[in-house]
């Protein structure tokens, strides 16, 4: 069974960068679709930005498309998720999440295994 583990959150101030990671046991994640959702207090779970098996297609949600970057390194069992010009309204906790599927998909119901979540907090 594949197991997610997400590191790289903190406290950060309005217009900062972070970079999330991903990384992931055993030796199936280049089967795996990854996506990164987030959740805010009191929110429901949201895409944030997701990656194919290939890295070929990384669908973005509105809110992050120009500021966010998802990439993939299969050779070390990672995804990671660089945030610039972060604003308040990222804060939120980010989980990282598998899906066997071929495609992207931006729902959470699509996706089968999680990562324990990092906390991203921006500050004004």
């Known amino acids: 069974q594949v197991q997610l583990v997400e590191s790289g959150g903190g406290l950060v101030q309005a217009g900062g960068s972070l970079r999330l990671s991903c990384a992931a046991s055993?030796?199936?994640?280049?089967?795996?679709?990854m996506t990164w959702f987030r959740q805010a207090p009191g929110k429901e779970r949201e895409f944030v930005a997701g990656?194919?098996?290939?890295?070929?297609?990384?669908p973005y949600a509105d809110s992050v498309k120009g500021r966010f970057t998802i990439s993939r390194d299969n050779t070390k069992n990672t995804v990671y998720l660089q945030m610039n010009s972060l604003k308040p309204e990222d804060t939120a906790i980010y989980y990282c999440?598998?899906?066997?599927?071929?495609?992207?998909?931006?729902?959470?119901?699509?996706?089968?295994?999680w990562g324990q979540g990092t906390q991203v907090t921006v500050s004004s």
């Open positions: 990656i194919s098996r290939s890295g070929n297609n990384t």
């Open positions: 999440a598998g899906s066997y599927y071929t495609w992207v998909s931006s729902l959470k119901n699509d996706y089968p295994i």
């Open positions: 055993g030796r199936t994640f280049s089967s795996f679709a």
